[in-house]
Nanobody, 129 residues
Framework: VQLQASGGGLVQAGDSLRLSCAAS????????TGWFRQAPGKEREFAAA???????YYSDSVKGRFTISRDNAKNTVYLQMNSLQPEDTAVYYC????????????????????????WGQGTEVTVSS
């Protein structure tokens, strides 16, 4: 299984970016996909997740500005990031859930790094003020 994250870059505050997470060796529609981010000098944190049933979860810090989605035909998950702020500067990682079509799981499950067994290499997002 390989996850390829892309779409990062240098933008100004208020701009938008769309990150992509393309998978090979796994059908993303059968597993939850999460986006996490790690700012310089900080721990990796949860940003957003999408379940096989297309339910979505967001951290409070990105809710209302970021949107996670999935294109099953392209086996790709996206993270649309709007109204970017300097505090969004980080390396963004996508990750795939270890469990096939998990059931009866909630936000705590999808926001935990231990839920995910495959990780992409990360794509860097820098937001200037």
């Amino acid at each position: 299984v390989q996850l390829q994250a892309s779409g990062g870059g240098l933008v100004q505050a208020g701009d938008s970016l769309r990150l992509s997470c393309a998978a090979s060796g796994r059908t993303l529609a059968n597993y939850a996909t999460g986006w996490f981010r790690q700012a310089p000098g900080k721990e990796r944190e949860f940003a957003a997740a999408i379940t096989p049933g297309a339910s979505t979860y967001y951290s409070d810090s990105v809710k209302g500005r970021f949107t996670i989605s999935r294109d099953n035909a392209k086996n790709t998950v996206y993270l649309q990031m709007n109204s970017l702020q300097p505090e969004d500067t980080a390396v963004y990682y996508c990750a795939s859930d270890a469990t096939f079509r998990p059931t009866w799981k909630g936000a705590a499950y999808y926001s935990s790094m231990t839920t995910y067994d495959y990780w992409g290499q990360g794509t860097e997002v820098t937001v200037s003020s």
